[in-house]
């Protein structure tokens, strides 16, 4: 990403006995990047591998952003393998740059079916001593009150989504009779588990 030349590919070729083609002269570094490996991990039981199938996934395709995966909708990450579901790959032109352009890129992310280091990623971009680069190897035990981010709208969402599901599946049938009147409200059991279908 700060280079323009792929690293990987090089090793290859050079493991195929191909003489390397650049000298260090020829290296030039180009703004900044940042990198975050979004693993099928449970943050909040202390980055526990979380296997399962990968129901949805959503990653975005903007100019400053690279994906590395092989996961798509459909794939099952086990237990017997590496938890890895994607490198999420961030450029920018310094790194307060590089940091804006990975909140809005982690923002786009969306996967379905497994938890995730995403809610992790999303409170570190937002962290002010991080965002300084004011912190040592020890800053996750030392520094961090919570490992994870909820966006302030994470309620609002799942409410609508428990809505949404909740027409699809009774509005279509007929036979069930919904009472609409204002004193009626809807059990906070079905409530949760139509937000935990999500």
């Not at 990403?1 to 493991?15: F, H, K």
């Not at 961030?90 to 923002?107: M, P, T």
């Not at 961090?144 to 599946?169: C, Q, R």
């Amino acid at each position: 990403m700060i280079t323009g030349i792929d690293l990987i590919e090089q090793q290859i070729r050079i493991a195929s006995d191909e003489e390397l083609k650049y000298s260090q002269s020829d290296i030039k570094l180009e703004g900044w990047a940042i990198e975050c490996r979004i693993n099928a991990e449970d943050v909040q039981a202390g980055f526990a591998p979380d296997p399962g199938k990968i129901e949805k996934i959503n990653m975005p395709e903007d100019s400053y952003v690279r994906v590395d995966t092989g996961i798509q909708a459909g794939s099952a990450i086990v237990s017997s393998y590496d938890s890895m579901i994607a490198k999420l790959i961030v450029k920018g032109k310094d790194r307060k740059e590089a940091l804006l352009n990975c909140k809005k890129a982690l923002d786009k992310v969306w996967i379905k079916g497994t938890k995730t280091t995403l809610p992790f990623f999303r409170m570190l971009v937002r962290n002010p001593k991080f965002q300084s680069g004011n912190f040592t190897t020890a800053f996750i035990e030392k520094d961090l009150e919570k490992l994870y981010y909820n966006s302030e709208y994470e309620e609002l969402l799942a409410a609508w989504l428990a809505t949404k599901l909740f027409i699809e599946e009774n509005l279509q049938d007929d036979s069930i009779n919904i009472d609409f009147r204002k004193s009626r409200e809807m059990s906070p059991w079905l409530l949760n588990k139509r937000i935990n279908q999500f």
